[in-house]
Structure formats: structure tokens, C-alpha cells
Nanobody, 124 residues
Framework: QVQLVESGGGSVQAGGSLRLSCAASGRTFINYGVGWFRQAPGKERDFVAA????????YYADSVEGRFTISRDNSKNTVYLQMNSLKPDDTAVYYC?????????????????WGQGTQVTVSS
């Protein structure tokens, strides 16, 4: 089992920045690819970014490419999502998820473990 806890959400104005954290406990976190997803009210849960379990490869949705950066610190069992130039369309609940030996994992169904989510609200 892997337990994931997101933090860092909040309310910002358009153009602002936030950094989300996903802290893991339980099994060795280093063996998991980690992804960030978001879900707005009445919409599906969408892929935002992912980082491989090895090699540091990263992947982004087109809508956040160039504005968001995913990174991981395995010594702290934590994955981060730095979000810059935020837009009102980025408003959603953000979830992190873990996939064993995950490489370029972008679909909800490939992730085994999920956090409880953290709200991000961007006002215009």
C-alpha cells in the first residue's frame, strides 16, 4: 500500500503561482511513477503531468505545457507540481496518483493509488 497526501492548494489570482506537494508513505516510493490529475465540477478527471519512476522523464498535458513543472525528491518521498501563470481554467481539485514502475502513465486506470485531492481556485 502507498498512502498519498496532497497539499499546497489555495486561491490565487490569474497569473499567480502555486506549488502542490504529494507526500507518500508506505511502500518504497522510488518504484512508482507519479501523476497529477485534476477534476473540475461536472467534468472528468483529466491528466495534468506525470514523472517516471526512473530516469526522470516527464510528461504534460498540452494545456499546461510550459507553465507547470513536475519534479520529485525521492529522499523526501515527495512529488511536486509547480504551477505558474495560472489561469481561471486551471481551477479544479488536483489529485496525485502512483503507478508501480510507471513510465509515461497518463490514464486514470493505470494508477493504483490516489490522494484525497487539494483544491486550486484561480480568479480572473
Amino acid at each position: 500500500q502507498v498512502q498519498l497526501v496532497e497539499s499546497g492548494g489555495g486561491s490565487v489570482q490569474a497569473g499567480g503561482s502555486l506549488r502542490l506537494s504529494c507526500a507518500a508513505s508506505g511502500r518504497t516510493f522510488i518504484n512508482y511513477g507519479v501523476g497529477w490529475f485534476r477534476q473540475a465540477p461536472g467534468k472528468e478527471r483529466d491528466f495534468v503531468a506525470a514523472i517516471n519512476w526512473i530516469g526522470g522523464g516527464t510528461y504534460y498535458a498540452d494545456s499546461v505545457e510550459g507553465r507547470f513543472t513536475i519534479s520529485r525528491d525521492n529522499s523526501k518521498n515527495t512529488v511536486y507540481l509547480q504551477m505558474n501563470s495560472l489561469k481561471p481554467d486551471d481551477t479544479a481539485v488536483y489529485y496525485c496518483a502512483a503507478a508501480p514502475l510507471g513510465l509515461g502513465v497518463k490514464t486514470v486506470y493505470e494508477y493504483d493509488y490516489w490522494g484525497q485531492g487539494t483544491q486550486v481556485t484561480v480568479s480572473s
